[in-house]
């Protein structure tokens, strides 16, 4: 069974820090294209990060950059999200997700929703005071 199982979630005062992490069960991460996504209450899921499997390049949504920074380790299986100065418009479920990169001309990921077929469960962020 292929799974995404997200980690790292809590409750952080403003300016605080997390590292998120995803792991992946039944497959390895090797050929696949990671996202992170993230959904605030009454909001539509957007797409925050992703991580290329062909090369490590990422791209990063205007509303993160230069404060999230998303990494790979495929010894571990893992995807990992560092997420710095926080701010509480960043509360949110924070779901990982996959695509194969043959779906795509080979290079950069893309942060499109509907290309990524497996997803994790979510995990809370909080960022509150």
């Known amino acids: 069974q292929l799974q995404l199982v997200e980690s790292g979630g809590g409750l952080v005062q403003p300016g605080g820090s997390l590292r998120l992490s995803c792991a992946a069960s039944?497959?390895?991460?090797?050929?696949?294209?990671i996202g992170w996504f993230r959904q605030a209450p009454g909001k539509e899921r957007e797409g925050i990060s992703c991580i290329s499997s062909s090369d490590d390049s990422t791209i990063y949504a205007d509303s993160v950059k230069g404060r999230f920074t998303i990494s790979r380790d495929n010894a571990k299986n893992t995807v990992s999200l560092q997420l710095n100065s926080l701010k509480p418009e960043d509360t949110a479920v924070y779901y990982c997700?996959?695509?194969?990169?043959?779906?795509?001309?080979?290079?950069?990921?893309?942060?499109?929703?509907?290309?990524?077929?497996?997803w994790g469960q979510g995990t809370q962020v909080t960022v509150s005071s």
């Open positions: 997700a996959a695509y194969h990169r043959s779906k795509l001309t080979p290079g950069m990921c893309v942060v499109a929703r509907r290309w990524y077929d497996l």
């Open positions: 039944g497959f390895t991460l090797d050929y696949y294209n």
